[in-house]
């Protein structure tokens, strides 16, 4: 049964966490995540038998250099909603977001995967809709169809424009292939109208860089 989630005291103040460069969670998106490393198995079991809660968060350093990169100060808490093992005993799973936090501190846990403490309080209106009144459906659109075009990628707009405005903005950010800062400026946007914002600006920066670029 799917746990309700009213209050930020319904929130655990320890999460164990995913770091993953360009991987981005909002509140109520959906990301899908292929788990493989022992590690993350171990942080996917566990979580499964508790709370099925993790915390997806960006490393602000290259992962590939260090065991241990250091994160960024915002994530998102995410439940586990779908869960699959595959018969190479991989787990791919569906996180479905709850609730953004900032990071207080990094535990000294003896899991192999890494715990931080939550501070949800700045938050709090993750927990329910968004005002959604103020989407600027048309500019958006005509941001995305410059962004695809110059990318040779298609869309099925008719999806596009009847999809609910939180849920096109949230598929649109978490799809895009942003860079890591970008999504972080995505996920730390302090309400709804300022990711709009922030999401309209970044389809339309992308799309003048590239147009400078085949103009060099």
């Known amino acids: 049964m799917r746990k309700p989630y009213r209050t930020l005291d319904d929130l655990p103040p320890v999460v164990p966490i995913f770091p993953l460069s360009g991987a981005l969670l909002l509140p109520r998106g959906g990301l899908p995540l292929n788990v493989f490393e022992p590690r993350y198995l171990a942080m996917v079991d566990d979580a499964l038998s508790g ?6 968060i960006q490393p ?3 992962e590939e250099q260090t065991l241990k990169p250091a994160l960024s100060r915002v994530g998102c808490l995410g439940r586990i909603t779908s869960f699959k093992e595959s018969e190479d005993a991989r787990y791919q799973i569906t996180l479905t977001g709850v609730c953004r936090f900032r990071m207080t501190q990094e535990l000294a846990a003896d899991t192999p995967y890494r715990q931080v403490g939550c501070d949800y309080s700045t938050f709090a209106g993750d927990l329910v809709s968004s005002d959604e009144s103020d989407l600027p459906r048309e500019r958006l659109v005509a941001a995305l169809k410059n962004y695809l075009a110059r ?12 999809a609910p405005p939180e849920h096109l903005v949230n598929a649109l950010a978490m799809l895009c292939p942003f860079e890591p800062a970008e999504k972080q400026a995505l996920l730390e946007a302090p309400g709804w109208n300022e990711r709009v914002a922030t999401l309209v600006a970044l389809l339309e920066m992308s799309d003048a860089r590239s147009f400078s670029g085949s103009m060099n």
């Open 51 to 56: 709370h099925r809660l993790i915390g997806m």
């Open 60 to 62: 602000t350093e290259p």
């Open 151 to 162: 990318r040779d990628l298609k869309a099925d707009w008719q999806s596009v424009m009847q």
